[in-house]
Every structure is written in C-alpha cells, then in structure tokens.
C-alpha cells in the first residue's frame, strides 16, 4: 500500500509523522519503506542518526516512486509542495492520503486547495480514501481552535476527518535529534499513546 502524507500548506508536522508512523508500522511486523521526496530530506537524516547510532530496526528511506506494481510491503510518501511535479505524481500513484492539519483558517484553506489538486490529478479515475485529522493541536484544554479545525475538516465532502490529534509536544520534536520514535522514548508517555490511536485510525489494528 501507498500511503501520501502530503498538503498544500508547509509546518504541518508531515516529516515527523511519516518517521512516527513509519516507526510504528514496522513495530507492528510490517515491511516499511519511506520515500523521501522532500528537497529538505528530513525524514533521510533521521534514518542517517538511527544508522550512525546503531538503533534497530534500521529505516529505509529511498527518494524515488517505485515503478507502477512493483511497490511492496508498505509505502509511506513524504512530498512537499515545494515539488509540485513529484507532489502530482505521487498523487496519481498512491492508494491512500493523509491530510495533517495544523488547527488554523490558513491550513483548512490549504486543504481545500490540495483536494482540488487531487481531483484534477485523479480525474476520470477512483478517488483514494482520504483521511484528515488536527496535527500539532494547541495543548490548552480550553483552545477553541482543534475543535474548530476538526468541524471544519467535516464540512469537507472528500475527506474523512478523524476525531484522533497529535498535540504540539517536546516528544515529537525530540524523537527528530534522538533519531527514535516517540514510543521508543516514551513507550506509557502521552505522545506515544496519540500516534497510537491515529495509527489504528488510520491503518486498522492490523
């Protein structure tokens, strides 16, 4: 499976949740390959720290699409817009898009914006599922901007949008220095437990 995690709008936490979610997809038995194709190659140097500190499981990171059919085991696509020509072509080839949202206006433009790109790129053909959810959430129990966002997420017609977050915390920012996951720096850590309930949101318990 080929799974895009892509919007329209930059700091949206993309790269740290494709290394999470990458991490906890192969915790979880399965055969990961990341495809890098941000110029900033983010998730490539934090595969390079696991490498140079000997941390196991390794990751693969690889930074070209796999030629149609080819592609095995699980597939998770970093692109951003700053390559809108490897972004459409990733659009064109995936089986499945996750949308991060970061609780603004601004972003839930952006997500429109990227769902029209995904329909002029799959057109004439089967939409992908796609999912959206609230990433970096305000921590302040009382903001009223994460229920704001994930209301406005529902209004969209082609998405599902999640009621699972990941809340703006040191864990996610760390697990980039430390080359680790949050769960393997925290495995009962508050962090740990929202990556795990997004992933079996989005991937099932299997």
């Known amino acids: 499976m080929l799974t895009l995690y892509a919007n329209f709008k930059g700091g949206t936490g993309k790269s740290t949740l494709v290394f999470n979610m990458a991490m906890w997809r192969i915790a979880q038995g399965k055969t990961v390959t990341v495809c890098d194709l941000d110029p900033q190659r983010t998730v490539s140097d934090v595969a390079e720290i696991r490498d140079e500190d000997g941390v196991e499981p390794a990751l693969k990171v690889v930074h070209k699409l796999p030629a149609e059919g080819k592609a095995k085991g699980d597939w998770l696509i970093d692109v951003g817009t700053s390559?809108?020509?490897?972004?459409?072509?990733?659009?064109?080839?995936?089986?499945?898009?996750v949308i991060p949202v970061t609780p603004s206006q601004a972003d839930i433009w952006a997500t429109q914006h990227f769902l029209d790109i995904v329909t002029e790129e799959r057109k004439g053909g089967k939409l992908p599922p796609i999912v959206a959810f609230v990433n970096r959430a305000d921590p302040h129990p009382r903001s009223r901007e994460n229920a704001e966002s994930l209301e406005a997420l529902e209004t969209l017609k082609m998405i599902k949008a999640l009621p699972q977050k990941m809340v703006q915390r040191l864990a996610f920012r760390r697990s980039f220095s430390e080359g680790l996951a949050v769960f393997e720096q925290e495995p009962s850590g508050k962090?740990?437990?929202e990556l795990d309930e997004l992933a079996r949101a989005i991937y099932g318990s299997k």
């Open 191 to 193: 962090a740990a437990q």
């Open 83 to 97: 390559d809108m020509k490897a972004l459409r072509a990733a659009i064109r080839m995936c089986s499945k898009i």
